[in-house]
């Protein structure tokens, strides 16, 4: 009783204390709070060995991701995204496009393992969406902690690589490739993300309605084919979490992000309780080759079809960092582009990728 009773209390109480003080954390050891999860639990896994309850981290790696997706989805206004941004839509639908067509090519002519091939899957999420999805389609596909874990090492390489390269290559060269005027007036700011005073029940609420998503879910999977099927599970989770979003009561609910990213934090701590580090490098080749080919002809792919589409390069580049860095790094972009109508559409963006990138992510797979 002992290990299943600490090992609830180190998942709840080590991720807290790491994301409570994440900017702490980012400012002063350059750190971000994901890596400082996953290290902290591998490095409790190497000093305290086999202490902790194996069964009670399953539950919380196999539940901790359901529950943050929708969280993450509720905050995307889609059909203000869609009205008042289309060259942005276009965009996405672009850099979907690429990601999806050169996955789906490195996995069917140089990938020839299925480990490899389920790793395509995994990283089209994570370069369309962001962590959740690559740890969603993981699951999903019944993929180890192993794989999972290095996969998300492999990532952090290469979109520090891409973060680089946009940050101090891509402006100078890409604004002479796509050297189109930027259309100001046809992004405008949502009333809908105004700031307010939220009540306790609000702040409740965008957990209850994802505790409800997630049972719902899972029933339905029970329900039909009689058995809990994790690929399905995670289909009706993004679409409730779509359909979610289109209510503004729901979109505008502050806490859904914070709740979301907390469930990330407590997946990755739990994730480094059971890795053993001696395995973890198996498929690294594999990984490298993947995530460095997929991020960067993708990218070169959609900057040839942005210059046939004749789409602005801030906005291209604004969308290629939302999808493959997360709506977080929108707002340091949009400084750095210094332009602020950038903001809105490049964060809807960034939301829309965690909805699509399991979908797209698992189809590509079911493709090989």
Known sequence: MLPEITTIFFC?????????????????????NILLAYGTGMLLKLVIQDFFSQ???????????????????FQADFFSWLKNAPLTVKSFIIACFST???????????????????????LIGVFIGGTPNLNAIGLSLNVSFE?????????????SIFLLFMLFLAKPLLSKILPYP????????????????????????P??????????????????????????????????????????????????????????????FSMGLVLDVRQIFQHFDTLFFAS???????????????????INSEIMMICA???????????????HFQNDELLLPGLTTGLAGFAVGNLLGLGIYALL
């Open 182 to 205: 930027f259309p100001y007036n046809i992004i405008h700011k949502n009333q809908s993300f105004q700031d307010y005073q939220e009540k306790f029940y609000q702040k409740i609420l």
């Open 100 to 122: 999806g067509l050169i996955g789906f090519l490195l996995g069917k002519y140089f990938i020839q393992d299925e480990i490899g091939k389920k790793i395509i899957g995994m």
């Open 147 to 159: 794989v999972i874990a290095i996969a998300n090492t492999v990532d952090l390489m290469a979109s």
């Open 207 to 268: 957990l209850i309605i994802s505790i409800l998503i997630l049972g719902l879910s899972a029933g339905l999977s029970f329900l039909i084919f009689n058995d809990l099927k994790i690929p399905f599970v995670m289909l009706v989770i993004t679409l409730l979490g779509v359909l979610g979003s289109f209510n503004p009561k729901i979109r505008n609910l502050k806490m859904s992000e914070i709740y979301g990213n907390f469930f990330i934090t407590i997946f990755c």
């Open 292 to 310: 460095f080919g997929l991020i960067f002809i993708s990218l070169g792919l959609q900057v040839i079809l942005s210059r046939i589409f004749k």
């Open 55 to 73: 069964n009670i981290l399953q539950g919380f790696i196999y539940v901790s991701i359901p529950l943050a997706m929708p969280l993450l989805i």
């Open 12 to 32: 709840l109480v080590f991720p807290f204390i790491i994301y409570f003080f994440r900017e702490t954390l980012q400012t002063y050891l350059k750190i971000d």
């Open 321 to 335: 960092v939302a999808c493959v860095m997360s709506p977080a790094f929108v707002p340091m972009f949009v400084k």
